[in-house]
């Protein structure tokens, strides 16, 4: 349907002339701007910057000034995250724990921002079977079906699919071995069904929502061959994520499909931070790598 | 006795010459005389025209007058000078004028008919009828019927509609009379001036603004096609959409609240090409009626306009044909009788637009590969079609039916030998989408006094996406087939059968009624099926509507000095097990209290209870239509308008200022979501309200070589929506404060036309990005988030462009050819469409806008015959 709307767009598109225009915009006052994930006995990373002008070049702005709180479901205070770099706080001493609910209290632009989220619990991965197939007929796929271990019957979980693949390019005498994370490709209802999934192929976002029970039997599949370039390995990357981070990345890549679209306004981002803009969000994630 | 004398005669000349206009009543005199008796002026009168008076002494009244006339219509005239002292006149055969008194008899008689065209036969809409001595004025209803009670008299009527001849009959009544009049053209009379001989002090505001076939073929076009749609944005008060597009947003309104019409009933998708072109083809249009507020009660169901079409009745008189050939469409028309009692007519017209078969002529040069598997088209269609029989004057049935297609296609197909293999592939996807009509409309005269029109329609809007996919692999030794297809039909289908009466209670007073069934049938489906997983998802979802009403409105005027038109209009709509009632009043009041000047107020109440739910801001044909239901109220809207007309014998001043408050409206929250569901629990929508405000102009001229329009449009316009803008007032996309708009038509003779308009106004609004922020997403890389402030936060520059055609006319013995050329935007200016944020070559962000419409000339031929 999307394609279809596209036609259309680009084809009205393809009769205009274009113009670049000065618009005057407004000036607002920065605003903070939290990103980072709470990976489970991993130290906290996260990063503040700032809200800027869209007519401002400068890159992006990063807060190096603030610090952050990190307290447990009790409040009671774990670690003071400071001296950030590139806007980067990491974590000295405490690793966060899966099933665990944490407050980050965020200072930086001379405000207060809070956070309030809870780390998934753990999840298995197992490697079931690889193959290949021709998908539209034409192009070699590389498959892989797997099975996801864990899945809470009664309750919502929500996950995200990625598969990312080493690929070499050959710079003369010079070969590089770089990773690229692909689209995933599944003609497996349960991975397609919830359709504000759709909106990026390179994080497929799912719930438990129609699987009816644990563990489950999956399958994806990649291109064996994209730009040119053959795949000599694949990872495959199943994390459980909160609901905040399923909403938030479901927010974040239907914005990020509509951003340029001038006839809309795309939705705004449902970031679990109060205060300020982004999110932290809690994930578990298990990894299987596949030479080819 | 004497008086028994004249009445025979002129009974006798009655019957000779009811339906003939004279001309002898139209030569213009002008005249200056004091203090003389009446039988002196008349002499004056006589000396000065080439008629002859025969009164006797005892009708004539004792004493002196004074009269001035310049330039002015003898019957005009005339009957200005006798009905003050209770005289009246008929004509005679030759050059005689018969003065004798008025009746004095109470008893009245209807004179009623139909007004026609005199070339093609086809009935007018709109044309004033009005009796001499001004004491009775109507209009032609849809049908060009016209009916008027008057006293047992001798009668002059005058019938008048823009850029025909006014005609004049006289008649003397001693019963109900039929007379049908037909109008000539102008310019088959070789006069090339419009007639607008109309007594200003007469004439009341008439419901609505009428754009007749003849203003509309006049406009500039775009790509060679004539737009009703164009002329009505060029209207005070009306707001065109974005650039070239025919949206045209009145009074504050969006573009889904207009009530568009043809014949009738309802037409969901008005456009063609994405909103470029409206679906109505110009060679089958006869009248166009746009209502901006106080609508008269028959109409319900949208909550700011009515924009009234009707198509033409087929020529009475012979068969003719038109052939058109455009820049991206063509058309062939043709129309006549049926019979050699021609009591039945036929329409015929088909449009088809080329750039399809352009196109593949270009992509099919041999470009030295085998393998060119990549083909796309656009092409849209339409067939109008009706046939009409009129059993009597008193009776007609006619059947009128519309079909239009836009259609885009994308193909992949291609064929690849590779030993031992063949491969071959087909993959398609269609996209189609329009409207279907059929209507069946009995119009009966029951009496003099009462006529009815009974009719039964079909109107359906659909959009579908077909995709196709079948692959092989062949061998001497093995096949290999595998193949999908899917569809995704979205669907709104409304069943209407109405009844409409007029009755006509007194000379000045008439009563309509009506009562309105209509089922909608809303649906949307999915199928998918799947040849490698064998796999086949079928979903379908139907939601039915049923909207009962029954209007009654009484329209008077008073000494033609206060005309009151009111009405109430109630509807029941029920969907999904969810009632919803509306009592809609109207008002719309008239008062003169000048010759030439009128005052006007008007009130109308009204309610939407279907919704177009976009999720774009141009009108795209993936707009859906929802029905009102438990979570989505009907819109309501009340409007209250007020000015004053200014009519001179050539020009026209209108000034209004109107008030519209708007409830209830609908927003899709979540933007971009494209498969709008019909169950509407599974949409996000937001709830508001609108309200405008404004001042309108116009100034008209309607006669003479140069005549045209200037309208000029002060308004305000604002929406609120929960969880839209933070909840706050936000200007609607099509807030333009100045909107000024200028057509001028220029006719030197028969042979040449120009036309220019010039349209200019505030640039409507657009909502940017003004803030950016970075964060990581799933794949833990960067991303710039746009972030909105408010909605509809900037302007687009100011909008301005000029349009001109020339038009050829060439006459020959057998068909009449007509070449015309002209250009779009001619100084080409740029007018952006949108305004997008983007990278410059310098890697910087930048803001690009991008205009559609540069000068685009035009040249389009049509041979009639």
Known sequence: MRNIYLYIVLSVLAFGCKREIVINVKNYEPQMVVSGQIVPDSFLRLRIGSTQSITDNSGPLWVNSGFIEVYDKDTNLLEVLSNGQSGFYQSLTYKPQANRRYLFKLYGLNRTAWVDETVPDDLNLKLIDTSSL???????????????????VNQAAYYSIQLQRTYQKINGSDTQYLKQYVDVYSSDLILTEDARTAFNKKDLLLTNRIIKSSPQLLSVHAPVILDGQVTTALDLTVKRISLSAFDYYSSMYQHLFYQNNPFLQPNALNGNAVGAYGALLGVNSRQIHIEL | ?????????????????????????????????????????????????????????????????????????????????????ALTYALMYGQSIVILPLSKSDKRYTVSGYVTDDNTGEKLIGVTVLSRNGQQSTLSNQDGFYTLSLPADSVHLSFNLSAYKTQYASVFLTQNTALNIALKDDYTEYKYTYSYQLEPQSKLKTEGYHLSAKTLKQLPVLFGESDLMKGIQLLAGVNAGSDGTIGAN???????????????????????????????????????????????????????????????????????????????????????????????????????????????????????????????????????????????????LSLSYYLGQDIVFVKNNFTIKNDPFTIRQKDRQDVHWGNQLIALRDHHVINSRLSGLFSVANTTYRFGNQTSFDYSKTSDTSVIKIGSASYNNTYVNSLISQYHLEYALSPNSKLTSGINYTNHWFRNSNNYQDSINLKTISQSKN??????????????????????????????????????????????????????????????????????????????????????????????SRQISGGFMLQFPKYSISIDAFNKRMNHLIELVSVGKQAIDISNEANQFSIGSGLAYGYECMIEKKAGKLNGWMSYTLSWNHRQFEGINQGQVFPYRYDRRHNLACLLNYVPNKKIEASAAWAMSSGARFTIPEQVYTVQNGNQQWEQIYLYSDRNNYQFPLYHRLDLTVTFKQYHAKYTSLLSIGAYNIYNQFNPFYIQSSINAQGNNMFEAVSLFPCIPSVFYKIQF
């Not at chain 2, 999720?615 to 109220?633: C, F, M, Q, R, T």
């Open chain 2, 250 to 396: 009145v009074r504050g309104g969006s573009a889904d609240q207009n009530l568009i019409l043809l014949d009738d009933v309802p037409l969901y998708n008005p456009s063609h090409i994405y909103g470029f072109f409206s679906v109505f083809n110009s060679d089958v249009v006869k009248d166009v009626k746009l209502i901006k507020g106080g609508m008269n009660a028959r109409y319900a169901g949208r909550l700011s306009s009515v924009i009234d079409v009707r198509s033409i009745d087929g020529n009475k008189k012979a068969i003719k044909a038109q052939l058109s050939l455009g820049l991206i469409a063509s058309k062939l028309t043709i129309d006549g009788p049926i019979g050699k009692q021609k009591k039945t007519t036929f329409v015929a017209s088909a449009r088809r637009s080329y750039i399809d078969i352009l196109r593949k002529g270009l992509s099919e040069i041999p470009t030295g590969t085998d393998i060119n598997p990549f083909k796309s088209g656009y092409y849209f269609y339409d067939i109008n079609a009706k046939i009409k029989h009129d059993f009597s004057h008193k009776h007609q």
């Open chain 1, 134 to 152: 021709l998908y539209n007929s034409s192009k070699k796929h590389f498959k892989i079906q797997f099975e996801l271990g864990q899945i809470p």
């Open chain 2, 543 to 636: 939601v039915f509507a049923h909207e009962f009403s029954a209007y009654m409105a009484f329209n008077t005027v008073v000494r033609q000095k206060l005309f009151v038109d009111a009405g109430c209009v109630a509807i029941q709509f029920f969907s999904e097990q969810q009632p919803y009632n509306s009592l809609q009043p109207r008002l719309n009041v008239q008062y003169k209290p000048f010759r030439k000047m009128t005052l006007h107020t008007a009130y109308q109440s009204t309610a939407q209870f279907l919704h177009m739910v976009s999720s774009n801001s141009i009108g795209l044909p993936i707009d859906v239509w929802l029905p009102s239901n438990k979570s989505l109220a009907p819109e309501t």
């Open chain 2, 1 to 85: 006795m004497f008086r028994a004398i004249f009445c025979i005669l002129i009974v006798f000349n009655c019957y000779l010459n009811a339906a003939a206009q004279s001309p002898l009543l139209e030569q213009r005199i002008s005249l200056q005389v004091k203090q003389k008796s009446l039988s002196e002026i008349l002499s004056q009168i006589e000396s000065l025209s080439q008629v002859k008076f025969n009164y006797t002494d005892k009708v004539m009244p004792k004493g002196l007058y004074s009269v001035k006339f310049k330039n002015e219509a003898l019957s005009i005239v005339l009957t200005q000078i006798l009905q003050k002292h």
